[in-house]
């Protein structure tokens, strides 16, 4: 029995409008394809409307209805969406168009608790997620999408008995063939299997005969698993549209729950996510959160959004938000600490170090998130004897390079002392004979320091610096320039 | 009492036990606790932009920089903070953190976080204009947060009253020869304000101006003869200029 193989179907009949009405609502949605509807939803149902019917006809028995058209790459989308997320309780998922995911259990069976336990989870989480779906649980692969499509639930047993109640237009099987086996009397799976293979292979095709053995397991059916691509994306679409910030919050707590989901079923960590939000009369804008070191924690997130969503300008309308994210990296193996957020706070108030570098990262994200990712960094110094090329901004927390020793150039420091303070460009000094009325004058203390570099690339520089002190006993770092005989001032010692 | 930001005197006794040395003998001995304070709001008064009022909190930011990970922020600073300058100090240039914003609201935003996250071990920032009210919110949060925070205002300030838990008043000795810095406490825990002194920061530099002034004396006003120096500062006394607010 090890190697008998269990199958588990989710089929999603109602896909193709719950794309669009994720967030479910009471209004009457109907899914067109060339005017003629193709979908509705129980809403519709209950006015009366039917498939077949033409949008007018639709709209004349009550024109509250909403429309939308078949979107087919969409629903491929979801599927596929939905296919990842069913990566966590196995790695053998694969996609059953158009509305339809398979999943191979027997290896997880043990890990999850059972089958039961398995599909409470899946089901739970696909109605958080506002999908209905049919569950059918076989012995192979197209037997359990028959059975999640008649919604028979459960067999584990043989499957040629299983199915004998399966009507036969529910197999994928050319319309031609279905008609014909309801000339013949044959209406479900029972009889059709009463019929010797070898003559329905004679009467209706070798494929058709491939297809029956495959259903009833006893040739192989190789399925095409998905690969676990590293990508998340998700979208809710709202409806009614929603016109102010807060009412974008909770869709997107929902989002970003999915995502940490997502994360932690492979064990990932990202340090962007990308919110679009958009509508069909306006220019989607785009929300991107970016952080200073990857994390999967939900509330993180949230706060981060939210501090990006405050500074964000929105379009009047919207009805649709959609989170992605592509930038992953692989989550430490990290079990954690043992006394966990315990703080120790010692006599002097220092805390242990894990914490702190929390919230090291914690502020920068917040600053990133607000003020956007220019508004805060660290600093380097640079190999450079020209002053204003020999620091550089350095992104915080991502510089590694250890802690220089306190003096390593320390003659040469003590030789030519540096300000605190550098001009973001050095200012002209006007000289006094300019304005005679000054009375105050500058007093070189040090100087000069000639830097006379960089006539090797672009940005020459031949100067003398000299510190001076003015006679408010303001000390100054300013400079003559060689090259056009002009005094600046460069830099404060503040 | 501890939400209101109120001090109380018994709790002069723990509170201070733990500062840090201001690295200034004269300094450290009128200061409570014989050093600067872990948390809480110093406000540094002085006159003009350039008489040493970084320079004064270097030794215990540098301290600080290298005992704790945790940040040492640089909010708003009115020029670029010169990263050869701080390392030559001995700041950690990979816990100090510069953080810039364009409107006052997120200055004060960007300021009040940095201080109550508990992220920062030392807020320096030049606040234009800042409330009362709002300064006693800093105050509260740097408690919180466990911050030393150091706003940098003019000296105007000082004949006003301030939530402030500790506010010093600096002043240069209006003269191009000397290199003191007259620092009077205006306000302390635990104390009445201090009288005036003086402590000399940039001693090193004044020692080797000296040596090298025996040297070659000539040459070095030879130079600034030969080239006109009698400028006219005029243009730079640009005491408390800060970007953004």
């Given at each position: 029995?090890?190697?008998?193989?269990?199958?588990?179907?989710?089929?999603?009949?109602d896909?193709?409008?719950?794309?669009?009405?994720?967030?479910?609502?009471?209004?009457a949605?109907?899914?067109?394809?060339?005017?003629?509807?193709?979908?509705?939803?129980?809403?519709?149902r209950?006015?009366?409307?039917?498939?077949g019917?033409?949008?007018?006809?639709?709209?004349?028995?009550?024109?509250?209805?909403?429309?939308?058209?078949?979107n087919k790459?969409?629903e491929?989308?979801?599927?596929?969406?939905?296919?990842?997320?069913?990566?966590?309780?196995?790695?053998?998922?694969?996609?059953?168009?158009?509305?339809?995911?398979?999943?191979?259990?027997?290896?997880s069976?043990?890990?999850?608790?059972g089958?039961?336990?398995?599909?409470?989870?899946?089901?739970?989480?696909l109605?958080?997620?506002?999908?209905?779906?049919q569950?059918?649980?076989n012995m192979?692969?197209?037997?359990?999408?028959?059975?999640?499509?008649a919604?028979?639930?459960?067999n584990?047993?043989?499957?040629?008995?299983?199915?004998?109640?399966?009507?036969?237009?529910?197999?994928?099987?050319?319309?031609?063939?279905?008609?014909?086996?309801?000339?013949?009397?044959?209406?479900?799976?029972?009889?059709?299997?009463r019929l010797?293979?070898?003559?329905?292979?004679?009467?209706?095709g070798?494929?058709?005969?491939?297809?029956?053995?495959?259903?009833?397991?006893?040739?192989?059916d190789?399925q095409?698993?998905?690969e676990?691509?590293?990508?998340?994306?998700?979208?809710i679409?709202?409806?009614?549209?929603?016109?102010?910030?807060?009412?974008?919050?909770f869709?997107?707590?929902?989002?970003?729950?999915?995502?940490?989901e997502?994360l932690?079923?492979?064990?990932?960590?990202?340090?962007?996510?990308?919110?679009?939000i958009?509508?069909?009369?306006?220019?989607?804008?785009?929300?991107?959160?970016l952080?200073?070191?990857?994390?999967?924690?939900?509330?993180?997130?949230?706060?981060?959004?939210?501090?990006?969503?405050?500074?964000?300008?929105?379009?009047?309308?919207i009805?649709?938000?959609?989170l992605?994210?592509?930038?992953?990296?692989?989550?430490?193996?990290?079990?954690?600490?043992l006394?966990?957020?315990?703080q120790?706070?010692?006599?002097?108030?220092?805390?242990?170090?894990?914490?702190?570098?929390?919230?090291k990262v914690?502020?920068?994200?917040?600053?990133?998130?607000r003020?956007g990712?220019?508004?805060?960094?660290?600093?380097s110094?640079?190999?450079?004897?020209?002053?204003?090329?020999?620091?550089s901004k350095?992104?915080?927390?991502?510089?590694?390079?250890?802690?220089?020793?306190?003096?390593?150039?320390?003659s040469?420091?003590?030789e030519?002392?540096?300000?605190?303070?550098?001009?973001k460009?050095?200012?002209?000094?006007?000289?006094k004979?300019?304005?005679?009325?000054?009375?105050?004058?500058?007093?070189?203390?040090?100087?000069p320091?000639?830097?006379?570099?960089?006539?090797?690339?672009?940005?020459?520089?031949?100067?003398?610096?000299?510190?001076?002190?003015d006679?408010?006993?303001?000390?100054?770092?300013?400079?003559?320039?060689?090259?056009?005989?002009?005094?600046?001032l460069?830099?404060?010692?503040s | 009492?501890?939400?209101t930001?109120?001090?109380k005197?018994?709790?002069?006794?723990?509170?201070?036990?733990q500062?840090?040395?201001?690295?200034?003998?004269?300094l450290?001995?009128?200061?409570?606790?014989?050093?600067?304070p872990?948390?809480g709001?110093?406000?540094?008064?002085?006159d003009?932009?350039?008489?040493?009022?970084l320079?004064?909190?270097?030794?215990?930011?540098?301290?600080?920089?290298?005992s704790?990970?945790?940040?040492?922020?640089?909010?708003?600073?009115?020029?670029?903070?010169?990263?050869?300058a701080?390392?030559?100090?001995?700041v950690?240039?990979?816990?100090?953190?510069?953080?810039?914003?364009?409107?006052?609201?997120?200055?004060?935003?960007?300021?009040?976080?940095?201080?109550?996250?508990?992220?920062?071990?030392?807020v320096?920032?030049?606040?234009?204009?800042?409330?009362?009210?709002?300064?006693?919110?800093?105050?509260?949060?740097?408690k919180?947060?466990n911050?030393?925070?150091?706003l940098?205002?003019?000296e105007?300030?000082?004949s006003?009253?301030?939530?402030?838990?500790?506010?010093?008043r600096?002043?240069?000795?209006?003269?191009?020869?000397?290199?003191?810095?007259k620092?009077?406490?205006?306000?302390?825990?635990?104390?009445?304000?201090?009288?005036?002194?003086k402590?000399?920061?940039l001693?090193?530099?004044n020692?080797?101006?000296?040596?090298?002034?025996?040297?070659?004396?000539?040459?070095i006003?030879?130079?600034?003869?030969?080239?006109?120096?009698?400028?006219?500062?005029?243009?730079?006394?640009?005491?408390?200029?800060s970007?953004?607010?």
């Amino acid at each position: 029995m090890e190697s008998k193989k269990l199958w588990l179907c989710l089929c999603f009949p109602d896909l193709a409008i719950e794309i669009f009405t994720r967030d479910r609502t009471k209004e009457a949605v109907l899914i067109t394809e060339k005017k003629i509807v193709v979908f509705l939803n129980q809403a519709a149902r209950n006015l009366g409307l039917k498939p077949g019917i033409s949008v007018a006809e639709a709209l004349t028995i009550n024109e509250s209805v909403i429309f939308f058209e078949r979107n087919k790459s969409r629903e491929i989308e979801k599927l596929s969406q939905i296919a990842q997320w069913s990566y966590r309780f196995t790695p053998n998922v694969s996609i059953k168009k158009p509305k339809s995911v398979l999943l191979e259990l027997s290896g997880s069976l043990k890990l999850f608790g059972g089958l039961k336990k398995i599909q409470q989870e899946i089901l739970k989480s696909l109605e958080e997620k506002g999908l209905s779906v049919q569950v059918g649980v076989n012995m192979s692969p197209l037997s359990a999408q028959c059975f999640s499509e008649a919604n028979a639930g459960t067999n584990l047993k043989d499957i040629k008995t299983s199915i004998s109640n399966i009507p036969i237009h529910i197999l994928e099987i050319e319309q031609k063939i279905v008609d014909s086996l309801h000339k013949m009397g044959v209406y479900n799976c029972g009889q059709l299997f009463r019929l010797p293979i070898s003559d329905l292979s004679h009467r209706f095709g070798g494929q058709f005969a491939l297809y029956l053995k495959k259903l009833i397991g006893t040739i192989p059916d190789p399925q095409i698993f998905i690969e676990n691509k590293p990508y998340f994306k998700s979208d809710i679409t709202l409806i009614p549209e929603v016109s102010d910030k807060n009412s974008l919050i909770f869709p997107m707590r929902r989002l970003i729950g999915e995502l940490n989901e997502f994360l932690d079923a492979r064990k990932l960590l990202t340090d962007s996510l990308l919110f679009k939000i958009s509508h069909r009369n306006y220019k989607p804008r785009k929300l991107s959160v970016l952080l200073a070191k990857p994390e999967k924690d939900l509330q993180v997130f949230l706060m981060l959004a939210k501090l990006k969503l405050e500074k964000t300008e929105l379009m009047p309308e919207i009805d649709n938000i959609c989170l992605l994210s592509d930038r992953f990296s692989k989550s430490k193996n990290d079990s954690g600490d043992l006394f966990h957020e315990t703080q120790f706070r010692q006599k002097d108030g220092y805390f242990p170090s894990k914490a702190e570098e929390k919230w090291k990262v914690q502020l920068i994200n917040m600053m990133t998130a607000r003020l956007g990712p220019d508004s805060c960094y660290t600093l380097s110094t640079v190999s450079d004897h020209r002053p204003e090329l020999s620091w550089s901004k350095e992104q915080p927390g991502q510089t590694n390079n250890p802690i220089k020793p306190n003096k390593q150039t320390g003659s040469d420091e003590e030789e030519n002392p540096r300000p605190l303070l550098l001009l973001k460009a050095p200012k002209r000094i006007p000289e006094k004979n300019k304005s005679p009325d000054s009375l105050e004058t500058f007093k070189i203390v040090r100087g000069p320091e000639r830097i006379d570099v960089g006539w090797w690339d672009n940005h020459p520089v031949a100067r003398d610096y000299f510190i001076a002190r003015d006679s408010s006993g303001a000390l100054y770092w300013i400079y003559y320039d060689l090259s056009s005989d002009k005094w600046y001032l460069h830099g404060i010692f503040s | 009492m501890r939400e209101t930001g109120l001090w109380k005197a018994s709790k002069i006794d723990n509170e201070y036990r733990q500062t840090v040395s201001s690295g200034f003998d004269t300094l450290d001995k009128e200061l409570p606790g014989l050093g600067w304070p872990q948390s809480g709001v110093t406000e540094v008064l002085y006159d003009r932009i350039g008489i040493g009022e970084l320079k004064l909190m270097m030794p215990a930011i540098s301290h600080l920089s290298r005992s704790q990970n945790r940040w040492i922020a640089l909010i708003n600073p009115p020029h670029i903070p010169y990263a050869p300058a701080l390392e030559h100090e001995g700041v950690d240039l990979t816990r100090l953190l510069v953080i810039t914003q364009k409107t006052p609201e997120d200055y004060l935003w960007a300021l009040e976080k940095s201080i109550s996250l508990k992220s920062c071990r030392a807020v320096i920032t030049w606040p234009n204009q800042i409330k009362d009210a709002q300064v006693r919110r800093l105050q509260v949060a740097s408690k919180e947060g466990n911050c030393w925070t150091i706003l940098l205002r003019s000296e105007k300030l000082a004949s006003k009253t301030s939530p402030a838990e500790l506010r010093i008043r600096l002043r240069s000795c209006r003269s191009a020869e000397s290199t003191n810095l007259k620092i009077k406490i205006l306000k302390r825990h635990g104390g009445w304000e201090s009288p005036e002194f003086k402590i000399t920061l940039l001693d090193k530099l004044n020692r080797k101006r000296e040596t090298l002034v025996r040297k070659k004396p000539t040459l070095i006003y030879g130079e600034a003869d030969k080239k006109k120096l009698s400028l006219t500062p005029t243009s730079i006394s640009t005491a408390h200029q800060s970007s953004g607010i």
